[in-house]
């Protein structure tokens, strides 16, 4: 990228301009040191000063205010003014051009640590060069700290939208409906963990909201590592279809009312616009397919089956790797603003404890990922471990964190392999009730019995 170039057209803009709110908007954003050319920089800083005043912006003040070595190329950069009305676009490319200096220069000062290396201080020596390299900066849409007290307005739309109704699409609603409604559906920044067991319903949970977000007309990315992408079809149809997926291998039993389910779902998800990406990946090699999707017609969200399968980076211990990759997912997630899925495996651990449900302490040894997560869901069906549970047939939906609300516990039905809706509160009843039956009974002395 060419620095030089748009700095000028910058400041001619700026001259062009005046006193302009796009002008002052800019002066907010970019600082001095963006500019890499020093007489460019002299007549920048002489503008923000001027703004700053409240003093006229012109060729004159300019000329006046910057050093003599420079004021004879005012004149000269002001005449490039062609498109003011660029400007914006102008600051951005500045700022890019800025930002590509800074990673260079922390590049080259990293490789110059790396040449100091020996067996001795290797550990400090990538110890400092990571920590310099993390703070690089990714480029950010111009964004910058916002007033609260000026968004007010901005919000007032937002609330305006969600009594209409028109607001769906900010954000995330799963298909479980009482969560939807507790919630409101969750952030396009969020980083949402489903972690549990073998066979506990992650896959098919995620289908779900798949499944949800296309029928709404979104646009989804889910990446398996696990299945190939016709499993992930497969399961996209029978959770559509409501059919067992063992009825979808055998075709030739199927009975006609499942034909036209069939058929009527696979009608449906043609119209949709759900992707899917099948192999063994790094998570920077998701990102990138991740990002250019979104930039090319957007992405609802991103889908990972699943995460202990995710190809590692190099680090001293597992707990590091798996960070790195939450890490870099909630990054993702608040830059692109699109909300990340990301399956998550619990060891065996928790099958050791008389009370299998998992909580939050069984993600300890998968890295920072309680950290990184906006929401953790861990999808338990009793039935898994106990053929003959009171429970047969029901999941628990249990919300184990939310940053923006309480973590509770919903229950959808479970058939066929799939969620299906069921009464919240009767089942809670059930639940309740079986808890008081649990409960040691108390004699007529009021001794516990047995
Ligand atoms: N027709 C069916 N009826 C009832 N349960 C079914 C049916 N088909 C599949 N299942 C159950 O669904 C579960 C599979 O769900 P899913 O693949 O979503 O689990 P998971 O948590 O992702 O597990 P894994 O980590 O092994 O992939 C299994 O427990 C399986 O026994």
Redesign the pocket.
């Known amino acids: 990228m060419e620095s030089l170039e748009f700095e000028e057209l910058l400041v001619a803009a700026m001259i062009a301009k005046g006193d302009h709110i796009d002008t002052r908007d800019i002066v907010g954003k970019l600082p001095v040191e963006a500019f890499a050319n020093h007489h460019l920089r002299a007549m920048y800083r002489v503008i923000v000063r001027l703004l700053d005043q409240v003093e006229t912006i012109d060729i004159f003040t300019v000329k006046h205010g910057v050093p003599a070595e420079t004021s004879d190329l005012v004149m000269e950069v002001a005449r490039r003014s062609s498109s003011a009305s660029n400007i914006k676009v102008w600051a951005k490319k500045v700022r890019q051009c800025w930002m590509v200096r800074q990673a260079k220069e922390k590049l080259c000062s990293a490789l110059e640590s790396l040449s100091g290396i020996n067996t001795h201080n290797i550990n400090d020596v990538l110890t400092e060069v990571s920590g310099e390299l993390s703070t690089i900066q990714f480029e950010t849409n111009d964004r910058l700290p916002r007033r609260i007290g000026d968004m007010m307005t901005d919000y007032m739309d937002v609330l305006e939208q969600r009594t209409k109704g028109e607001e769906s699409g900010l954000y995330l609603k799963t298909g479980i409906e009482p969560m939807d409604d507790k919630y409101g559906g969750f952030d396009r920044t969020d980083l949402i963990i489903l972690a549990?067991?073998?066979?506990?319903?992650?896959?098919?949970?995620a289908?779900m909201i798949a499944n949800s977000i296309g029928r709404s007309k979104g646009r989804g990315l889910f990446v398996s590592m696990?299945m190939s992408e016709m499993q992930i079809v497969e399961r996209h149809i029978a959770d559509r279809s409501g059919l067992?997926?063992?009825a979808l291998r055998n075709p030739n039993d199927m009975l006609d009312e499942q034909f036209t389910r069939l058929t009527v779902a696979s009608s449906q998800l043609q119209d949709e616009d759900n992707y899917v990406l099948d192999g063994a990946f790094t998570v920077d090699e998701i990102i990138s397919h991740a990002e250019r999707m979104n930039q090319d017609g957007g992405l609802s969200f991103l889908a990972i089956?699943?995460l202990q399968l995710i190809k590692k980076p190099k680090a001293e211990t597992n707990a590091l790797a798996l960070s790195y990759i939450t890490g870099r997912l909630k990054q993702f997630a608040l830059r692109n603003k699109v909300p990340v899925i990301l399956?998550s495996?619990l060891n065996r651990g928790v099958e050791s404890r008389i009370d299998k449900r998992p909580t939050l302490g069984d993600l300890r040894e998968s890295g920072s990922i309680e950290q990184d997560a906006d929401v953790v869901i861990f999808?338990y069906?009793d039935e898994?471990y106990d053929e003959n549970s009171k429970f047969k047939g029901i999941a628990e939906i249990i919300v184990g964190k939310y940053r923006s609300g309480e973590p509770k516990t919903f229950y959808m039905g479970?058939?066929?392999?799939h969620f299906t809706r069921i009464d919240q509160q009767e089942v809670a009843a059930r639940y309740a009730q079986n808890e008081d039956e649990a409960k040691p009974k108390s004699n007529w002395r009021g001794q516990k019995a047995g």
């Open positions: 549990g067991r073998p066979g506990m319903g992650k896959t098919e949970l289908i696990e067992a997926v063992g089956d699943y399956l495996q999808p069906r898994v479970w058939r066929n392999g």
